[in-house]
């Protein structure tokens, strides 16, 4: 019994003692992972939001599924024959609603909170997560409608956000851009912009693009009766003035690093193919060779094909459309626009992919045509008092599975487009799943067919 007791008692000073000398004789960061750091330089942070945002806005779960609708694509196989039929479950959004909110949304909210925390403040990097933020919620607010904002980056401190009103979001993208102007007009702080894999850091292009942007979004409420034309022409001529100051994302061109719609058009063949009402209007339009393709969509059949953001000549169709309804005329915007685009896809676009094209797919260089050509059929194609429906028809080839696209139509009813099945085309995305399941505050029991506030 003495001997057992002993035992106690060494053993509890040996656990005692263990326990007080743990740390010295056992790494507390023994199971710190080095490939997970807890911080991000911004520099890092930039690159990766500037990478996420290409690959989930220019990938299958947004672009290519209002480009069914809009029918620059058709959906043959599996859920994309269902999507061609307007049947978009709330499943099937899981992913791009938590890439978005998960993923560079949350990293863009990052960014503004170490830039703002610098001293003294970083203030061209809180004009870069402003100007990308204003452009997130605006592409999500233009699919969803109400959604997270306000409360939407709180973590655990608050994990069912509410949905801000999207009249409250398209005030808050017009905010954002208008104090992104400012900051970048003060000096750079303590840090000055890197690790931009668009701009290179210059201020003057993130500046034009704020500028492209808020027309962008304030043309989005066309039918509420509220948009200053004047101000949206004012901030195109403030905004992007050539092809070279284009905000697009251009992926890489090995295998493994190659941009989304390269991957799903290899990876999942035969699920989806070019629209044959598309390709029909493309028949006589110089670009045919560039955006149609037998099996999916020439500009977007490369791996490194690039994900066009915001374009010159987006924002000159914008400037066409405001001069129109502000009862001028649009017509030397909307031609300058008919040249960018042309310039863009067969100068800029579409030729640097094909330095590294894929041979298999069985391209015809000789329908590429010369710059004489390409020259006289933009003079044959200029207009002449162009209406809205002329300019949204020149913008919808423009900005091919783009999903303003979407926006267009849904505010203007251009181009004229035939449903697929029943009556009308479909005018929103549902929530995703997960969302309706895990937040209470999830708008419930809204369908495809439920217009959104903006485009009513």
């Not at 799903?264 to 560039?290: H, K, L, P, W």
Request: charged residues 20%.
């Amino acid at each position: 019994m003495i001997k057992k007791n002993i035992y106690k008692i060494i053993l509890a000073f040996a656990l005692v003692f263990s326990l007080s000398a743990c740390e010295q004789w056992i790494d507390p960061e023994i199971n710190d992972d080095p490939d997970r750091p807890l911080d991000v330089d911004m520099s890092l942070l930039l690159s990766g939001i500037q990478l996420d945002m290409a690959y989930t806005l220019g990938g299958i779960d947004i672009s290519a599924n209002t480009s069914i609708w809009m029918q620059y694509v058709k959906g043959t196989d599996r859920q994309f024959s269902a999507i061609d039929v307007y049947n978009l479950r709330t499943g099937d959004l899981n992913n791009a609603w938590e890439s978005m909110y998960a993923g560079f949304m949350k990293d863009i909210y990052i960014m503004r909170t170490k830039a703002e925390a610098t001293a003294p403040v970083s203030n061209h990097y809180v004009g870069v997560s402003k100007v990308l933020m204003a452009y997130s919620i605006g592409t999500a607010t233009s699919l969803w409608g109400d959604i997270p904002y306000t409360e939407a980056f709180l973590e655990d401190k608050n994990l069912t956000p509410k949905f801000d009103s999207q009249e409250d979001i398209y005030s808050a993208i017009n905010t954002l851009l208008t104090e992104a102007i400012a900051d970048f007009g003060k000096d750079a702080g303590l840090f000055n912009i890197s690790g931009d894999l668009v701009y290179g850091g210059k201020v003057d292009n993130w500046i034009k693009l704020a500028h492209t942007l808020r027309a962008r979004y304030a043309m989005h409420l066309t039918k509420k009766g509220t948009v200053n034309y004047t101000n949206v022409i004012a901030d195109i001529d403030a905004g992007i003035s050539s092809n070279d100051e284009n905000y697009t994302f251009m992926f890489d061109a090995t295998e493994a690093a190659a941009g989304p719609l390269y991957q799903f058009r290899t990876q999942r063949v035969g699920y989806a193919n070019i629209n044959t009402n598309f390709e029909t209007m493309m028949t006589t339009d110089i670009r045919d060779s560039v955006l149609v393709d037998i099996v999916f969509g020439g500009f977007y059949s490369y791996r490194n094909s690039k994900i066009n953001h915001v374009t010159y000549s987006e924002a000159q169709f914008i400037k066409s459309e405001a001069q129109v309804r502000n009862s001028g005329n649009g017509d030397a915007a909307y031609n300058e626009a008919l040249k960018a685009s042309v310039e863009y896809y067969f100068n800029l676009g579409y030729l640097g992919v094909l330095t590294n094209k894929n041979d298999e797919l069985g391209y015809d260089l000789s329908k590429m045509p010369s710059a004489a050509q390409q020259t006289a059929w933009i003079t044959a194609n200029s207009k002449t008092n162009a209406t809205v429906q002329e300019i949204i028809e020149g913008k919808y080839i423009h900005m091919f599975m783009h999903t303003e696209a979407f926006v267009d139509y849904r505010r203007t009813g251009f181009p004229v487009l035939t449903p697929t099945t029943g009556s009308q085309l479909p005018a929103r995305f549902p929530y995703a799943g997960d969302e309706i399941n895990y937040n209470s505050n999830c708008p419930k029991g809204v369908t495809v067919f439920d217009k959104l506030w903006a485009f009513q």
